[in-house]
T-cell receptor
Framework: GENVEQHPSTLSVQEGDSAVIKCTYSDSASNYFPWYKQELGKRPQLIIDIRSNVGEKKDQRIAVTLNKTAKHFSLHITETQPEDSAVYFCAASKIMIYGGSQGNLIFGKGTKLSVKP | DAGVIQSPRHEVTEMGQEVTLRCKPISGHDYLFWYRQTMMRGLELLIYFNNNVPIDDSGMPEDRFSAKMPNASFSTLKIQPSEPRDSAVYFC??????????FGPGTRLTVL
C-alpha cells in the first residue's frame, strides 16, 4: 500500500523567511497530493493541492511542486507570518479520471511550523 | 453550507461504556471518512463510505469499533466497550468525488 514520509517533523523560521516541507510517496499510481494546515485545537483544512499532470501550483505565498519521477512533492511558503504557525500535513491518493477515489488519503506524520516574530 | 457537522464536540466517559459519535456530511457529498488523531499515531483513517456503502474498513482497530451510514446525511461511529486507549480526537470528513476532503470540527473523546 501507499506510504507517505514527511520531513522535517518540526521547523522554526523567522518571520519573513521561507519554509519548505518535503514529502515522499511510495505508490507510483498516486495522482492527487493535497496539503492540509491544522491550527492547535482545530480541524485540518486544505490549503493547496496538486494533481500528477501538473508540476507546480501557486496560490499567493504558497506553492507546491511535484516530481513524479522521484516520487516527492514539496510545500513552499514564502514571506512567512506568525499566523502561518501550525501543523502541516501532506497526503497522497489515487483519483480516477472521471471522479471517484481508488483509495483513501494517506497522510504524512505532519510538520510543526513555528514562525517567530 | 454549514460544513461537516459533528457531535458531540467533547465526550468524557468511563471505561466499558458505549460511545456514539455522530456526523452530518456536506449536502451532496458522496464520500464520508472517519479519522482518529493522536499524538503518537497521527491521523489514521478508520473507515470510509461511498454512497452510504462502506468501502474500506481496514483501519478499524478491532471489533469494538463499528460505523454505519443509514442515509446520505448521517453517519455514526460506535465504540463498545470503550477503553482508555481509545482516547483521541475523532474527525469526520466528506468529499464530493473522493478527492478534496472537508473535515468536521472533531470530537475529543476521553475514556477514563
Amino acid at each position: 500500500g501507499e506510504n507517505v514520509e514527511q520531513h522535517p517533523s518540526t521547523l522554526s523560521v523567522q518571520e519573513g523567511d521561507s519554509a519548505v516541507i518535503k514529502c515522499t510517496y511510495s505508490d507510483s499510481a498516486s495522482n492527487y497530493f493535497p496539503w492540509y494546515k491544522q491550527e492547535l485545537g482545530k480541524r485540518p483544512q486544505l490549503i493547496i493541492d496538486i494533481r500528477s499532470n501538473v508540476g507546480e501550483k501557486k496560490d499567493q505565498r504558497i506553492a507546491v511542486t511535484l516530481n513524479k519521477t522521484a516520487k516527492h512533492f514539496s510545500l513552499h511558503i514564502t514571506e512567512t507570518q506568525p499566523e502561518d504557525s501550525a501543523v502541516y500535513f501532506c497526503a497522497a491518493s489515487k483519483i480516477m479520471i472521471y471522479g471517484g477515489s481508488q483509495g483513501n488519503l494517506i497522510f504524512g506524520k505532519g510538520t510543526k511550523l513555528s514562525v517567530k516574530p | 453550507d454549514a460544513g461537516v457537522i459533528q457531535s458531540p464536540r467533547h465526550e468524557v466517559t468511563e471505561m466499558g461504556q458505549e460511545v456514539t459519535l455522530r456526523c452530518k456530511p456536506i449536502s451532496g457529498h458522496d464520500y464520508l471518512f472517519w479519522y482518529r488523531q493522536t499524538m503518537m499515531r497521527g491521523l489514521e483513517l478508520l473507515i470510509y463510505f461511498n454512497n452510504n456503502v462502506p468501502i474500506d474498513d481496514s483501519g478499524m482497530p478491532e471489533d469494538r469499533f463499528s460505523a454505519k451510514m443509514p442515509n446520505a446525511s448521517f453517519s455514526t461511529l460506535k465504540i463498545q466497550p470503550s477503553e482508555p486507549r481509545d482516547s483521541a480526537v475523532y474527525f469526520c470528513a466528506s468529499s464530493l468525488v473522493g478527492d478534496t476532503q472537508y473535515f468536521g470540527p472533531g470530537t475529543r473523546l476521553t475514556v477514563l
